[in-house]
């Protein structure tokens, strides 16, 4: 979420006045999201905290709230799966949340369960974290959501309420790849790797098959990507 100056919710509480929590791991972000006059303007509630699956129940509902909500932004560059699988305090109408492109579009996978996991030490290049599309389907369903479509960029996924999502005009509801080269080599500099050599990078790390209830390295996953995202993120992926 950050200090919320760049917030997919940001909109509705400034331009329909709606009610919101933002939650934190940077205390920095916190003061600064305090220090916002929207801060004051609307019912805003900042918390800082690092949110697993464990306490991310009990933090809602200590912020004040709880049952019916209209929209849930997850985005926590981690244990997004595992985290978006345990809310059960709140049902919104619409839940967004991350996915990692890296891991393609045709496997459930996501990064093992760690409640201390920061992205910024799991790999060096910053591209392991999170879960692929497919995985966020599958919890998404098995809460009565739909996907509904992503941001043109390929990051944030759009779910609806299945009895909601069929009144919605929306023709293509697809998932898109991302073309970020966000990659860091060892010492920590930009290094642009894009395409699907981004998913070689991480060949030797652990990821928890959903589907086939296993967890093994990224490099034993056979054929990652559809034949659609190979077509719009480049050279053809390859497994160990």
């Not at 331009?15 to 939650?23: E, K, Q, T």
């Not at 579009?105 to 093992?112: C, F, G, I, S, Y």
């Not at 996991?117 to 790999?123: D, G, I, K, L, T």
Request: include cysteine; glycine fraction near 8%.
């Amino acid at each position: 979420m950050g200090d919320f100056t760049e917030s997919n919710s940001r909109y509705l509480m400034r331009n329909r006045n709606w009610r919101g929590l933002v939650l934190d791991s940077s205390p920095a972000d916190i003061e600064t999201i305090r220090n916002d006059e929207l801060y004051w303007r609307h019912d805003l509630t900042a918390q800082q905290a690092f949110i697993t699956k464990d306490n991310i129940n009990e933090i809602i509902v200590n912020c004040g709230h709880a049952g019916e909500i209209g929209l849930l932004s997850i985005d926590i560059d981690g244990n997004d799966y595992w985290v978006f699988d345990a809310i059960n305090v709140v049902r919104p109408d619409i839940v967004i949340c991350e996915y990692n492109a890296v891991l393609g579009d045709l496997h459930a996978l996501t990064v093992p369960y760690d409640p201390e996991f920061r992205r910024s030490e799991a790999h060096y290049s910053w591209l392991y974290f999170g879960a692929s599309i497919r995985a966020l389907e599958r919890v998404a369903a098995r809460k009565g959501y739909t996907l509904i479509g992503s941001n043109r960029a390929g990051h944030n996924a759009f779910f609806v309420r299945q009895e909601l999502a069929g009144t919605l005009a929306i023709d293509d509801r697809r998932a898109l790849p991302s073309l970020f080269r966000e990659s860091r080599d060892k010492d920590g500099h930009l290094s642009y790797i894009g395409g699907t050599e981004r998913a070689l990078l991480l060949g030797d790390m652990m990821v928890v098959d959903i589907d086939g209830g296993r967890t093994v390295p990224l490099g034993a996953i056979e054929g990652l990507y559809s034949s659609e995202w190979q077509a719009r993120i480049g050279s053809e992926y390859k497994t160990m």
